[in-house]
Nanobody, 123 residues
Framework: QVQLVESGGGLVQAGGSLRLSCAAS????????MGWYRQAPGKQRELVAAITSGGSTNYADYVKGRFTISRDNAKNTVYLQMNSLKPEDTAVYYC?????????????????WGQGTQVTVSS
């Protein structure tokens, strides 16, 4: 069983910062790409940032220069440093990871999601 557990959300004023963390645990063989998505009320879930196992990153245009994604492979953890937050960043943020597990015969890769953490930015 694999779990992704997020932490670090909360309420912050516009211009402030938050750091989200997401730790993967369980019977993990390897972790491939990891990322952060967000979903605001009445909107579709959208990609915020992603990072490969080798450290290559990809950002949505609306967070470039403000957010930084990073990962600690030894801790199976991905982070999202969010600076210069705006009210429009308010959303539930979800961690996502492609994780390979070994079933005794072969490795299988699954798409896992965290439970989500609320980020609220007040104006």
């Amino acid at each position: 069983q694999v779990q992704l557990v997020e932490s670090g959300g909360g309420l912050v004023q516009a211009g402030g910062s938050l750091r989200l963390s997401c730790a993967a645990s369980g019977s993990i063989f390897s972790i491939n790409a990891m990322g952060w998505y967000r979903q605001a009320p009445g909107k579709q879930r959208e990609l915020v940032a992603a990072i490969t196992s080798g450290g290559s990153t990809n950002y949505a245009d609306y967070v470039k220069g403000r957010f930084t994604i990073s990962r600690d492979n030894a801790k199976n953890t991905v982070y999202l440093q969010m600076n210069s937050l705006k009210p429009e960043d308010t959303a539930v943020y979800y961690c996502n990871a492609f994780i390979s597990v070994f079933d005794g015969v072969t490795t299988l890769t699954y798409d896992y999601w965290g439970q989500g953490t609320q980020v609220t930015v007040s104006s």
